[in-house]
């Protein structure tokens, strides 16, 4: 079950007009089901590679698609700074740009304004900030920022929200979830009605529970083709994210997906669909590769170790993605302590690998009424490495 490789997206004989979501079983809270749009279906729950500026970092787009990703991110904050939204429309939108055909979600660009630009200053109308490439100024209103993803022509769009890290005091957690939910509407009203296309809403509130509900109350008042949960990963103990979830999850609308923004490692995933998360996104299994770290079905493997100098097992001999199978951990490990690029690029490619394997290992899982089994199987498998590895110093 671990293993299960990513199943093939169902057949189309015609392309959808609409955004539709269904829930096809349910295990507990977590559901497995589809979200279908113009572009393709997104089988749920899904890990959608990000693609920052327009490239998932070290991968060809073909190679992301023959992993099983239905659906990538691009990042809005980025990609207005460069090439620039009106440019990227003139050259045909970012599917053209980037040689995605599937389905891209694009978030707001309001996280990365928060942790990359100097000089911000926030208030009622938007965002002002200096680019972290330059230095120049820009001004980020909500109507701007789904203008600029309608240049992009994303599938999925993200409101203007305001994303505090935590810990916080109450009352700035309290004071950007409101403003925030004031964002939504402007955000909804300057979306429109765009047939096959969506406009997902950001519950806020940090770590409060009784802010959460209420952003998240508010959110579906606004009718909105989804959900996401914004505000962590940011520093915040995994057990508070979780208990997040919790107090947001009877909130939302089991017909519309929910979608855990930035997170996480493999377990983060897997307790978070556990709790009725559809959709994901992180930088992690990219930026590991890129750093001589591996997940894999037995859990990290840091490939700068020395003790991988002379070991000839690969990462995986039962995994179906070629990084995993065939390349030595010695290989691996001389690429990644000589900084030689193909090392990022192949485990960049395994990382991935494993991540898409283990979404659909839990999609199977839910079909078959036994998560809490893949669950603790996964786990266990994780614990007994982790073990090994720590008797063998």
């Known amino acids: 079950m671990?293993?299960?490789?990513?199943?093939?997206?169902?057949?189309?004989?015609?392309?959808p007009t609409a955004f539709t979501f269904r829930v096809d079983a349910a295990d507990g809270h977590a559901r497995t089901g589809a979200i279908t749009m113009p572009r393709g279906t997104i089988r749920t729950p899904a890990f959608m590679p990000v693609g920052t500026a327009a490239t998932v970092k070290a991968m060809y787009?073909?190679?992301?698609?023959?992993?099983?990703?239905?659906?990538?991110?691009?990042?809005?904050?980025?990609?207005?700074l460069r090439p620039g939204p009106e440019r990227m429309a003139r050259l045909g939108g970012l599917h053209?740009?980037?040689?995605?055909?599937?389905?891209?979600?694009?978030?707001?660009?309001?996280?990365?304004?928060?942790?990359?630009?100097?000089?911000?200053?926030?208030d009622e109308q938007g965002v002002t900030f200096r680019s972290?490439?330059?230095?120049?100024?820009?001004?980020?209103?909500?109507?701007?920022?789904?203008?600029?993803?309608?240049?992009?022509?994303?599938?999925?769009?993200?409101?203007?929200?305001?994303?505090?890290?935590l810990p916080a005091e109450p009352e700035a957690i309290a004071r950007a979830m409101q403003l925030s939910r004031r964002w939504a509407e402007r955000c909804r009203v300057a979306f429109g009605e765009q047939p096959g296309k969506a406009l997902f809403g950001i519950v806020q509130g940090g770590d409060v529970p009784a802010l959460r509900v209420e952003s998240a109350r508010a959110l579906v008042?606004?009718?909105?083709?989804?959900?996401?949960?914004g505000g962590l990963a940011?520093?915040?103990?995994?057990?508070?994210?979780?208990?997040?979830?919790?107090?947001?999850?009877?909130?939302?609308?089991?017909a519309k997906p929910r979608y855990l923004m930035g997170v996480g490692t493999p377990d983060d995933l897997l307790r978070s669909v556990e709790r009725g998360i559809d959709?994901?996104?992180?930088?992690?299994p990219t930026r590991a590769g890129r750093h001589g770290l591996a997940y894999t079905r037995h859990g990290r493997v840091n490939l700068r170790n020395a003790r991988h100098a002379e070991d000839a097992r690969p990462l995986d001999p039962s995994s179906a993605c070629p990084a995993s199978r065939d390349y030595s951990r010695a290989y691996l490990h001389h690429l990644v302590r000589s900084d030689e690029i193909l090392g990022m690029m192949l485990l960049t490619?395994?990382?991935?690998?494993?991540?898409?394997?283990?979404?659909?290992?839990?999609?199977?899982a839910i079909r078959a009424g036994r998560l809490a089994d893949f669950a603790g199987e996964t786990r266990e498998t994780w614990a007994r490495a982790e073990a090994e590895r720590t008797a063998r110093g």
């Open 279 to 284: 959709m994901f996104d992180c930088v992690m």
């Open 349 to 364: 490619w395994s990382n991935l690998a494993y991540y898409q394997e283990l979404m659909a290992g839990m999609r199977a």
């Open 96 to 122: 053209r740009f980037m040689l995605w055909d599937g389905p891209i979600l694009t978030d707001s660009g309001g996280f990365q304004v928060m942790s990359l630009s100097s000089l911000r200053k926030l």
């Open 61 to 80: 787009p073909e190679q992301v698609r023959d992993l099983g990703a239905d659906v990538v991110l691009g990042n809005t904050y980025h990609l207005m």
């Open 132 to 165: 972290h490439v330059d230095g120049t100024a820009h001004h980020m209103s909500p109507e701007r920022s789904i203008e600029i993803q309608g240049l992009l022509g994303s599938d999925i769009q993200m409101q203007l929200d305001e994303c505090v890290r």
């Open 221 to 229: 008042d606004l009718d909105l083709k989804g959900y996401a949960i």
């Open 234 to 254: 940011v520093g915040e103990p995994q057990a508070v994210m979780l208990a997040m979830i919790e107090a947001v999850e009877p909130h939302l609308p089991r």
């Open 2 to 15: 671990q293993n299960a490789p990513p199943q093939a997206a169902p057949p189309q004989d015609a392309r």
